[in-house]
């Protein structure tokens, strides 16, 4: 597509559910990376796949995050057990090369949990 | 391990008026430095980076930044800046070898009024 695609923009869950959240890159962008925004902050690394692969995923914080990419295009982030502190804008974006930090974002999901 | 501080939260300025948001960093390697916008309601955007060469670089709306080793800052600048340049502006840093994982600063709202 023209841009990196998030769904879905806002998800509302209740504390202790699960969640995926969707990206979906530019054609051809073999980088993928997501970050979280919390109020107030900058975006924080989580994780970034090279293809299929997550060739860094030092920024998860905990083992309740997990993402993956299985056909090197389309990601999703998965959240267990959700707790009220992990509510922030989730967001992911693509890169040809993955060098060079010029990346395009997406909009971002917005993920509050009460 | 890289950081970014951005001092201000917040800067108010006339339009027309010249701005520089503060971008400092820290970094036990050479560097590449960015600068990303996040207009209201959109993804965050590219709108300048360093990566080597001529430590002064432009955007296509008039911003500048200028890379200052010595100082160990990347402030970004703009002569006159227009109701539309309204919005938040990151710096952010990263290494080489890190895969172009971006360390962000907290932000500086830009808000300009007539």
């Known amino acids: 597509g023209a841009g990196v695609s998030q769904t879905p923009s806002n998800k509302v869950t209740e504390k202790g559910k699960y969640v995926e959240l969707r990206c979906d890159p530019i054609?051809?962008?073999?980088?993928l990376y997501w970050y979280r925004q919390s109020l107030g902050q900058g975006p924080e690394f989580l994780i970034y796949f090279q293809g299929t692969g997550a060739a860094d995923d030092s920024g998860l914080p905990n083992d309740r995050f997990f993402a993956v990419r299985p056909e090197g295009s389309v990601s999703t982030l998965k959240i267990q057990r959700t707790e009220r502190g992990d509510s922030a804008v989730y967001l992911c974006?693509?890169?040809?090369?993955?060098?060079?930090?010029?990346?395009?974002f997406g909009s971002g999901t917005r993920l509050t949990v009460v | 391990a890289q950081s970014v501080t951005q001092l201000d939260s917040q800067v108010p300025v006339f339009e027309e008026a010249p701005v520089e948001l503060r971008c400092n960093y820290s970094?036990?390697?050479?560097?590449?430095l960015f600068w990303y916008v996040q207009y209201p309601n959109q993804g965050l955007q590219l709108l300048l980076k360093?990566?080597?060469?001529?430590?002064l670089v432009e955007s296509i709306n008039g911003f500048e930044a200028e890379f200052n080793k010595s100082q160990t800052s990347f402030h970004l600048r703009k002569p006159s800046v227009h109701i539309s340049d309204t919005a938040e502006y990151f710096c952010a840093v990263s290494g080489p070898g890190t895969a172009s994982k971006l360390t962000f600063g907290t932000g500086t709202r830009l808000q300009v009024t007539l």
């Open positions: 054609s051809g962008h073999t980088a």
């Open positions: 360093y990566l080597s060469g001529s430590t």
């Open positions: 970094s036990s390697v050479s560097v590449y």
């Open positions: 974006a693509s890169s040809s090369t993955g060098q060079g930090g010029s990346y395009t």
